[in-house]
């Protein structure tokens, strides 16, 4: 189900009720950009430390926007049955207040939206605000100071118009007469209302719902009531909540302390934090504390169906449509009537974890298990999965969210030497060994280079191969050898060496006597 800003505070209600009631969540994030290329070196690489790579992320994190937030909510109907509601939300900047937010737009992103479908009419013109804690901190004292502004030029013409009509009508008006303001969106109704009380003393608004707000000319005494009622449409907690938007579900999400699932979720994460929390904060370790903080419980599908493929003969394959082809096989469904039924409420029903986390707690094998199938019950058996988001391309296999992150295996390390090939750089030792496989390079020294990759076999296959360039020397890095700064101490060693041999030869020599 699709969700913009016309429905979602409608809505609102009765998705705080389905998530409080959930068994787990999951979600998926659409994005105007990945990786920024405004600095260089931004893209994630295998030499990459932890501290680095979310470094790296959170500079793109800041560039770019949310453009659309799936939200799967699973309920347990017995035990093995689940009821999915799905929903995806359009998801656009807050544009009432002081701060008019920027955001940059990736060509290769919007174009694999759009081959998609994404409805970009509907993430600009529906999309439901949202705003941080220091954005709206920043908006609660201004609108509580009066000193609110409006960043958007399309409200501000929508206001201008709405003045004109009112101050052309309210001279000749009658107490009690009205006027009905029509085609106003959003929380132009808000905007519309402010601006009226505030520059006129004698009239009263109050919205009628379908893009209306009516206006009534009242006397002063009659204002004043009107203005001391706890009825008022327009009180400051009411337009506080139309302007936190989405950020108001996020907030239920956080308090109900559910399971969150996704799929290499890690920007999802990030943007979770810096749109709805808090910005990102410099510091690696207080990013980790507060997700945790926030969301207990995490379970990446990426890394849950990583382990499944070491268990269990199935193919390779990443996708999370490929994924589910696997695990819905008729081989394996055919073999185990005791597998989670999901029943939609809505038009998907593609769900990897509750098959990959059967799949654990049985153990497959080839008779049928009859097991209870309550996600409580799985919960043990992902225990091992818990809180480590999968990292795509970096120097660990996953971020450990309540604990230390654990150093992965790699294949071992390479050196390059050049030869009599002065001026290469990192792009070109990459395009030399394309043919190989993708390795990330690091410069060690100016005829030096390191190579890294995720797979043994393209190292053997390097290694193996001696079709690479003459010039181009390969080898096993070995940190004793060829490191720069071990090389330097045993240089300075050697010299040093050399010296006291020296000295010790000439000082012990024998003294001529006369």
């Not at 470094?55 to 937030?69: D, Y």
């Not at 509601?85 to 060509?107: I, M, R």
């Not at 058996?381 to 999968?390: D, R």
Request: overall charge positive; aromatic content about 10%.
């Amino acid at each position: 189900m699709e969700v913009g800003a016309a429905a979602f505070e409608r809505r609102l209600p009765r998705l705080r009720g389905r998530v409080r009631r959930a068994a787990f969540l999951a979600i998926d994030m659409e994005f105007t950009g990945l990786y920024s290329t405004a600095t260089q070196n931004n893209k994630p690489s295998l030499f990459d430390s932890p501290v680095e790579l979310y470094l790296k992320a959170r500079q793109s994190i800041q560039r770019f926007t949310v453009t659309q937030l799936g939200l799967a909510i699973f309920s347990n109907e017995n035990s093995n049955k689940y009821v999915v509601h799905s929903y995806n939300f359009f998801l656009f900047p807050s544009t009432w207040g002081v701060t008019d937010v920027e955001f940059a737009l990736s060509a290769s992103s919007i174009q694999f939206l759009s081959h998609y479908g994404f409805d970009y009419n509907k993430f600009l013109k529906d999309g439901i605000p949202y705003m941080n804690e220091v954005q709206e901190k920043i908006f609660s004292q201004h609108l509580l100071a009066g000193s609110w502004n409006i960043s958007s030029v399309v409200n501000r013409d929508v206001l201008k118009k709405a003045i004109d009509e009112v101050t052309c009508w309210v001279g000749a008006a009658e107490e009690e007469e009205t006027l009905i303001l029509q085609d106003l969106s959003g929380y132009q109704v808000f905007e519309v209302q402010l601006v009226l009380r505030q520059a006129l003393q004698n009239v009263w608004t109050q919205p009628l719902g379908d893009k209306k707000v009516m206006v009534k000319k009242v006397s002063p005494q009659h204002r004043w009531l009107l203005e001391n009622s706890p009825y008022d449409s327009c009180r400051k907690e009411l337009i506080l909540l139309s302007a936190r938007g989405f950020t108001n579900l996020f907030q239920t999400l956080v308090k109900a302390k559910k399971p969150l699932v996704g799929h290499n979720m890690l920007m999802d994460l990030m943007h979770l934090h810096d749109k709805f929390y808090k910005p990102l904060p410099e510091s690696y370790e207080e990013f980790k504390r507060n997700i945790h903080n926030l969301f207990p419980v995490l379970i990446d599908t990426k890394t849950v169906t990583k382990s499944v493929w070491k268990k269990h003969p199935f193919p390779r394959v990443s996708n999370l449509l490929e994924i589910y082809s696997v695990l819905c096989s008729s081989n394996l469904n055919s073999k185990d009537s005791a597998c989670p039924v999901i029943t939609p409420a809505s038009d998907c029903s593609r769900y990897v974890l509750l098959k990959s986390a059967h799949l654990l707690l049985c153990g497959y094998t080839d008779d049928a298990v009859e097991v209870d199938s309550s996600f409580s019950r799985y919960l043990p058996v992902l225990a091992e999965y818990l809180n480590k988001v999968n990292v795509i391309r970096g120097g660990v296999a996953s971020i450990n969210f309540s604990g230390e992150d654990a150093p992965c295996q790699r294949p071992p390390l390479l050196v390059v030497h050049v030869r009599g090939w002065s001026g290469l750089n990192e792009r070109q030792i990459r395009q030399e060994f394309k043919a190989f496989c993708h390795f990330d390079v690091r410069r060690l020294s100016k005829d030096q280079f390191l190579l890294l990759s995720n797979k043994f076999k393209h190292v053997r296959r390097v290694l193996r191969d001696a079709n690479h360039p003459p010039r181009l020397g390969v080898s096993i890095y070995r940190h004793w050898r060829h490191s720069p700064s071990i090389s330097c101490l045993l240089q300075v060693s050697g010299i040093v060496a050399l010296w006291s041999l020296l000295a010790f030869v000439l000082g012990g020599a024998p003294c001529c006597s006369f």
